[in-house]
């Protein structure tokens, strides 16, 4: 069945107005930036919509499916958008749940939760994690798909072993049917007066529950045989549920695609948290061996069992990894212990009894601690950075990524798909959940190319027909039917139950607003691929939304880090239309650090930020460029602190500042809730004369301290405990003459300026072995400035300086002085860290973390969160301090939860962001600080 045509209003702006009028003026957009940002998702199709609704409630579920019906226009629901499917996106209405993520009801006795469908795997399982419970299915994508994806697509994942997929972890769902109405589906007994009701009630459940009963033996014969199928509607599931006597409503929904009906809530099945986990890597030297120990080693009941072929191996890289280079496939397996299974080291030994009936090329790699655990998915979870950065051209194209054959037969399949994919002379991942026979298959092809387009179609189809043919497989195991698989889900099925998919569909959804296009529908997979999207560096997979600060307070995708990659390089951007979003980026780097595809997108945000520089901000870094007059300034300014930094005076001036703050930004304010640092009256470089340089002197010292400007003007003594705790290590560090390091005022667009301050310190720092630095920040753009100078003469100084720059953790990590350290206090002190952006983005992690544990009179206490940023991002508490403050809020939720008295961290904005959000709930300090009050407590000891 082709999509009925549907009617789109003359004027989308009409559109956007009706469903204002029914839902609220904040909820709807349908501005440029909006509608570029909702055209993608993580497949590689695109399309435009006409408006977004982020609805907030049931109500405005209801009134905007009424609306699409009464019109005729597509609605598409939509939840984090990472499907690979096109699934998500839609020409009508996209109808956004991510406003929709709390759990709204936890029963810890009976392990169930009521859940909306806007909350991301990850947060509601660190949710579960208090109580110990989590939720089976476990896609990979779990770090930022949401609960409405999952159930619409069924998701599962490398655990789907043990805890199945969605469908078998679902009691009951609330749907919003195409006529507006409510269902509460769940399991129904037959002979229930509820469900007769229901069945009186809806009109499509009646029809469903006689073409259930009139077709038995056809559902019955057409079922899929392997242990894993995503295509088409589960009418298997509601035939199982009638021949127990029940009417099985959550298998119709669950995998439905949005195509039947919308979900405001689901009620969904939790499981304890294994007590311990095994994981093991196992090196098969001939893959056709691999096939024969799965059926052996799933009698050890393992959770996980994951298969990465040849090919795979290959380009993630054998050597990095420790893969043997005649490994033919590695397996990966997983055990879970609970209470009641059998001993985890008892089955390690049958594990290895088992492998011994195969040529491996070593001895399986067995570890049961937490850490050596991820070093052994290390290299399965390379996979993804491996393929997006393979070639410039060539992406990884998902379009036969799903299959499913019978587990004892994917030695078969993966020979055959090597064979296929070696004829084709094209480069091909093949990983996947062999347990459940199902395959990842990821060829890399320029699709822009019109040979590598036709490899594409013929491998759709020949790979497609084989698996239905020659291993009896299913085409989709757990990503859904999409647009992509949505023409073959005839032949996966036959035209008679196709049949019954159709009436299915029209019974539920007779005007075809549902999400037209997926699932059920004859267009070929071709139509709406993205051509320009998949010659451009990002894969659109979301990993950077996960830790965006900003989708993180909005959860809407004009307002994320992956939007902002297809608002900023999109044909018809410009400042005019996308000022809004582009001004939101805090230039905290998270985005950078989780991409997988090495792209930046802050500084793509930079580069069009660069295109209109801020006037007032010019004008204020002008001023700080003349040292002498700025620190004159503010030195005057620091002696009438303890005048004007009092309530009422804050108030006023916020108030007098407001016209000139609006003009760097229209949210800008000095809001009187900040908490200052104290100024001070005599700066840094006052304080220790001795370490400065007289013009035209040689250095003195190896090491120069580049304090920036935070440790030089204020007083909270950071820039004292970076200085001490060099002299502990018998370094006298030089303070060389330097400028603003530049990140704040390239962030206002800037450049020149910045290019301008970073020349002085180039020239300043070359004469020194080790550039110790104590702010995030500035670590951060000094080691950055070889792109700051990309291409221009001083990129070659630029790179040896960046070699040089050393955070003082790392500096103290790696000294081969080692102070005495006592501690400081009489009783234990609970500290926690807070990892600033732009150290993390830097690569400085865990040095900090190793130093704290070892402080002595120190309980350090890894905090939830510790690696999100805290919204503080230089002066973006100025410029934005409502949504500083948002942002701040799930930090300040950590530190109370981990208990910490201090919070340490090692960035000036951020010390002043969490002095003021955490409203007193524990102390903060610079690492540096921590570490001097160790050294000079042993000192009085
Ligand atoms: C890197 C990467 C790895 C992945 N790994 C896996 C994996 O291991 N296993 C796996 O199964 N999938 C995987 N996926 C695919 C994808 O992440 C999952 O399908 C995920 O569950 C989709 O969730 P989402 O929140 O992104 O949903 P979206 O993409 O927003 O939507 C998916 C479908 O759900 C529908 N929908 C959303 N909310 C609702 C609602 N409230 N009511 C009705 N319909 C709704 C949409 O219309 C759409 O049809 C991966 C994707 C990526 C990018
Ligand atoms: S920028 Fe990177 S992390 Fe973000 S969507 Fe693109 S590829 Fe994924
Ligand atoms: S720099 Fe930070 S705020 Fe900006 S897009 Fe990246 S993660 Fe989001």
């Not at 196709?498 to 267009?523: A, T």
Request: charged fraction near 25%.
């Amino acid at each position: 069945m082709t999509a009925p045509t549907l009617i789109l209003p003359e004027r989308s702006h009409a559109m956007a107005s009706d469903l204002r009028a029914a839902v609220g003026v904040d909820k709807v957009k349908d501005d440029y930036a909006t509608l570029t940002a909702y055209a993608v998702d993580a497949s590689i199709y695109r399309m435009a919509p006409q408006a977004v609704v982020l609805v907030e409630s049931e109500e405005d579920i209801a009134a905007t499916v009424h609306y699409a019906v009464q019109r005729g226009i597509p609605l598409t629901p939509r939840a984090a958008g990472t499907n690979l499917t096109g699934s998500a996106i839609g020409s009508g209405i996209i109808l956004d749940v991510s406003h929709l993520n709390q759990v709204l009801e936890l029963n810890r006795e009976e392990r169930w939760a009521r859940v909306q469908p806007g909350i991301v795997l990850a947060e509601l399982n660190k949710q579960l994690a208090r109580d110990k419970l989590l939720f089976g299915p476990d896609p990979s994508s779990g770090d930022m798909c949401k609960l409405g994806g999952m159930l619409a697509n069924n998701s599962s994942g490398p655990h789907t072993l043990r805890y199945g997929a969605v469908k078998d972890n679902v009691a009951a769902l609330r749907v919003c049917l195409q006529s507006g109405e409510w269902l509460d589906a769940k399991a129904y007994g037959l002979s229930d007066p509820n469900c007769t009701n229901l069945l009186k009630a809806h009109r499509p459940l009646c029809d469903l529950q006689l073409l259930l009963q009139e077709n038995a033996a056809l559902i019955a014969q057409r079922r899929p045989t392997v242990s894993k199928n995503s295509c088409g509607y589960n009418l298997f599931g509601l035939a199982d549920g009638l021949a127990r006597g029940c009417f099985d409503l959550p298998k119709l929904f669950v995998g439905s695609e949005g195509t039947l009906g919308l979900f405001s809530e689901a009620t969904i099945r939790l499981v304890e948290q294994p007590r311990a986990t095994l994981t093991a890597l196992i090196h098969f030297h001939r893959l056709e061996d691999v096939g024969d120990a799965v059926p052996k080693l799933l009698e050890l009941s393992p959770s996980a069992l994951e298969v990465m072929d040849a090919n795979t191996l290959n380009l993630i890289g054998r050597a990095k990894h420790g893969i043997p280079a005649e490994a033919a496939a590695t397996l990966l397996v997983e055990l879970d212990a609970d209470d009641a299974g059998p001993d985890l080291r008892a089955q390690a030994e049958r594990m290895t009894e088992i492998c011994r009936r195969y040529r491996l090329t070593s001895d399986p790699v067995i570890a049961f601690d937490p850490e050596q655990r991820e070093q052994l998915w290390k290299a399965r979870k390379a996979l993804y950075p491996t393929l997006y950065r393979f070639d410039p051209r060539k992406k990884p194209i998902n379009f036969v990524d799903d299959v499913v054959v019978p587990a004892e037969r994917i030695s078969e399949l993966i020979r055959y798909l090597e064979e296929f994919f070696a004829e084709q002379r094209v480069p091909v991942a093949i990983f996947g959940h062999i347990g459940n026979g199902n395959a990842h298959i990821i060829p890399l092809l320029d699709v822009n190319d019109q040979n590598d387009f036709q490899k594409m179609v013929q491998g759709y189809h020949e790979i497609h027909q084989t698996v239905l043919g020659r291993f009896g497989g299913s085409i989709c195991g757990e990503h859904g039917d999409g647009r992509v698989r949505a023409g073959y889900v005839r032949t996966m099925f036959g035209p008679e139950l196709y049949d019954l998919f159709v009436r299915v569909k029209q019974s539920f959804d007779p005007s075809g607003v549902l999400n037209p296009g997926i699932k059920i529908s004859d267009r070929p997979f071709t139509d709406h691929i993205d051509y320009v999207r998949l010659s451009k560096p990002c894969a659109t997979c979301a990993k950077c939304n996960a830790v965006c600060p900003i989708y993180d307070v909005f959860q809407s995708e004009d307002m994320s880090s992956r939007g902002w990659f297809e608002i900023v390089t999109d044909k018809n951007y410009s400042y005019l239309n996308s000022k809004r979003v582009v001004e939101a980026c805090l230039n905290c780097k998270s985005c950078r650090t989780a991409c997988p595809a090495g792209v930046d997108v802050s500084q793509l945000i930079l580069d069009r930020r660069a295109e209109h520089p801020n006037k007032m901000a010019g004008v204020i870094f002008r001023f700080h460029a003349q040292s002498a007059r700025f620190e004159r300034f503010l030195k005057f300014i620091a002696r009438y602190q303890p005048m004007w930094d009092r309530p009422l005076m804050r108030r006023l001036l916020d108030h007098l500042t407001k016209p000139f703050m609006r003009r760097l930004a229209e949210t800008a304010r000095l809001s009187p809730q900040l908490v200052l640092p104290r100024l001070a009256r005599r700066h840094l470089r006052d304080r220790y004369p001795e370490l400065i340089l007289q013009a035209g002197q040689a250095s003195r010292s190896p090491v120069a301290y580049f304090h920036g400007c935070a440790a030089n003007y204020f007083d909270d003594g950071v820039g004292d405990a970076v200085i001490a705790v060099l002299r502990k290590h018998g370094v006298e560090p030089d303070l060389p003459p330097q400028r603003c390091s530049g990140t704040p005022i390239e962030t206002y667009g800037h450049r020149a300026l910045a290019k301008e301050g970073a020349r002085v310190n180039l020239a300043s720092l070359a004469r020194y072995d080790k550039v110790v630095t104590g702010c995030a920040s500035c670590t951060l753009m000094l080691k950055d400035y070889p792109t700051l100078f990309a291409g221009e003469p001083e990129q070659a100084a630029a790179q040896a300086l960046a070699k040089r720059v050393t955070h003082i953790s790392e500096f103290v990590s790696q000294s081969p002085v080692k102070p005495a350290m006592a501690s400081s206090q009489p009783t234990r002190c609970k500290v926690a860290y807070h990892s600033s952006c732009h150290l993390r983005a830097a690569g400085v992690t865990k040095e900090p973390r190793a130093i704290l544990r070892g402080l002595p009179g120190v309980e350090y206490v890894e905090m939830p969160d510790a690696d999100r940023c805290a919204g503080g991002a230089g002066t973006y508490l100025v410029k934005d301090f409502e949504t500083s403050q948002r942002i701040v809020e799930r930090k300040r939720r950590a530190v109370e939860q981990s208990g910490a008295e201090v919070v340490a961290t090692s960035c000036p904005a951020c010390m002043i962001q969490l002095r003021t959000g955490l409203h007193g709930a524990a102390e903060v300090k610079h690492v540096a600080q921590l570490i001097q009050e160790a050294y000079e407590a042993a000192d009085r000891s």
